[in-house]
């Protein structure tokens, strides 16, 4: 019976940082697709303010249903906090919401300071300037895409293997 013990207990031992491994390369893969649909919700509220000419929490409001995932989750809860009337401003409620919504996502600091820079700008001047303030958040969002893209093709693998060689490497100490 203790060697059968023995063999659980290293088994547990190299399943914790091999789960590790899965939950970072999981996190890598997940956010490419979490900045294009920011990207998405985003083009969406461009168009809200510059051709719609919809009230900020109904644009934000119509933007979030266009897309998925955090950043729609990010325009829900801004429309909201707009809409609650506690006298907050636009980049207060912007920067509510964003730490929110941001433990939730795979964006990494770059990216929240991104979509930060942009509560700054909405609501605060003309629909042209928010327009072109939406396309330069917009152009750093596909930029980071980029990067992460081809950040997850070529390191989401070798975190998984790492943490299932840390996980054996650990056990065989173990043992």
Same mark, same amino acid.
Request: with cysteine.
């Given at each position: 019976?203790?060697?059968? =013990?023995? $063999?659980?207990?290293?088994?547990?031992? *190299?399943?914790?940082?091999?789960?590790?491994?899965?939950?970072?390369?999981?996190?890598?893969?997940?956010?490419?697709?979490?900045?294009?649909?920011?990207?998405?919700?985003?083009?969406?509220?461009?168009?809200?303010?510059?051709?719609?000419?919809?009230?900020?929490?109904?644009?934000?409001?119509?933007?979030?249903?266009?897309?998925?995932?955090?950043? $729609? #989750?990010?325009?829900?809860?801004?429309?909201?906090?707009?809409?609650?009337?506690?006298?907050?401003?636009?980049?207060?409620?912007?920067?509510?919401?964003?730490? $929110?919504? #941001?433990?939730?996502?795979?964006?990494?600091?770059?990216?929240?300071?991104?979509?930060?820079?942009?509560?700054?700008?909405?609501?605060?001047? #003309?629909?042209? #300037?928010?327009?072109?303030?939406?396309? =330069?958040?917009?152009?750093?969002?596909?930029?980071?895409?980029?990067?992460?893209?081809?950040? *997850?093709?070529?390191?989401?693998?070798?975190?998984?293997?790492?943490?299932?060689? $840390?996980?054996?490497?650990?056990?065989?100490?173990? =043992?």
């Amino acid at each position: 019976m203790g060697a059968w =013990l023995t $063999a659980l207990g290293a088994g547990c031992l *190299a399943a914790a940082p091999s789960g590790w491994g899965y939950i970072a390369a999981r996190q890598l893969r997940r956010r490419p697709a979490e900045l294009a649909g920011a990207r998405a919700v985003l083009e969406a509220l461009r168009t809200e303010i510059a051709y719609a000419a919809t009230p900020l929490p109904g644009a934000l409001r119509s933007a979030a249903r266009s897309g998925s995932g955090p950043a $729609a #989750d990010l325009c829900l809860q801004a429309a909201a906090g707009l809409e609650g009337g506690g006298g907050a401003s636009v980049r207060e409620v912007w920067d509510e919401a964003l730490a $929110a919504v #941001d433990p939730r996502s795979a964006w990494t600091s770059g990216d929240v300071v991104a979509l930060a820079g942009l509560g700054s700008a909405l609501g605060a001047s #003309d629909a042209e #300037d928010q327009v072109r303030h939406i396309a =330069l958040c917009v152009g750093r969002l596909r930029a980071a895409e980029a990067q992460a893209a081809a950040q *997850a093709g070529s390191q989401a693998r070798m975190w998984m293997y790492l943490g299932v060689l $840390a996980g054996l490497a650990l056990a065989l100490t173990a =043992l």
